[in-house]
């Protein structure tokens, strides 16, 4: 596969990016290789600079449960840009996408757009501790919340790829009031609380993990939460910023029956425009400035042009209940059958799926945590990742990433991973 123009442009992109990237898991540093500079996407496909064609096991991280260039998204684009790229003003596809979100999902009664998974969990964390007026967070190791400081803690994916802690030029400060926890382990949960009597805001949580590659909750442990959270008044986030509207139509909440007091959401929600949300019970939401006391704005939050993206998909998910089940039900026979390859090359190597999200773990033991994901052989899934990718086959280039079906993927485009990953496991 030739690569050529993608060189170029990374090294001319590096003169004038840190790492030539805009977001760090795009450098291809963890399986020691260069970004492809992409072109264009349709459908499950995605072609770049060199004119290289890939199925795109990726879908911008989420956002497009479509696909690439979904004719009627991209037509709600069209149609909203003719009218004006921005207003700072109020305007009435706003309403529509709450009310639409609060339709979707039974435990939102009100809503806010910010524009990204970032600011919505930064927003829906000041929310809770105004609410409850504490200050201390329970965030689990290994679940990624974005990139604000008190979130960088144990956080997961890239954080967890660049072998660091945390982050450097975070102050201790902004940290010392987030605690963390072992995923799926409640008894180091109520540990904390003990430990920190009244003083528990909330605890966020991927109720799917989904940025340490995918780690199901187990049974009981997302109830578990919720009474511990209940017992100790503090709020239960859901960070559905990969979730949301995509294992079903009200996300892992409706998926596990669970109701949270507050909920994020970003990716899906925009449809591949930059958005994100929160949103949840409307005495919480009511704090919200410019009704309470709890401050949060934005220039661009509530954009008519991504409002009009997000909208769309949103109702055309809302509108086909029958496109979750086929996708669900695609992507659980896929992944099986990336089990039955491994075992029938005498491999060990986990899967972890629940509906379109999957991940392949480079390891022998159970993936339930951070600890056990951290097991991975990540040379071995560099090795995986770059040989999938020189044939044709974009899946994500860090062991700690998940892998994202759409609607759009084919049989066939199934069929090309799994004789790529063959050709991978056999010799
Ligand atoms: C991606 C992600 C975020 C951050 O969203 P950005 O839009 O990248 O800021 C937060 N939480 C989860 C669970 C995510 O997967």
Redesign the pocket.
Known sequence: MNTTRSEELFEEAKKYIPGGVNSPVRAFRSIGSTPRFIRSGKGSHMTDEDGNDYVDFIGS?GPLILGHDYHDIREAVMEAVTKGLSFGATTEIEGRVARLICEMVPSIEMVRMVN????A?MSAIRAARGFTRRDKIIKFNGC????SDGMLVAAGSGVMTAGQPGSAGVPAGCTADTLTADYNNLDDVRKRFEDNPDQIAAVIV?PVG??MGVVLPEPGFLEGLREICTEHGALLIF?E??TGFRLQKDGAQGRFGITPDLT?F??IIGAGMPV?AYGGRREIMELISPLGPVYQAGTLSGNPVAMNAGYTQLTLMNEHPEWYTELNAKADRFFEAIRAMLQKYGYDYQVNHIGSLGSLFFTGETVRDYGSAKSSDTKEFARYSNYMLNHGIYVAPSQFEAMFLSAAHTQEDLGRYLSAAEDFFRR
């Open positions: 991280w990204s998974g970032t600011e969990v990624y919340h974005g990139h991927e989904a940025n960070d910023v990969i994020t970003g990716k994100g």
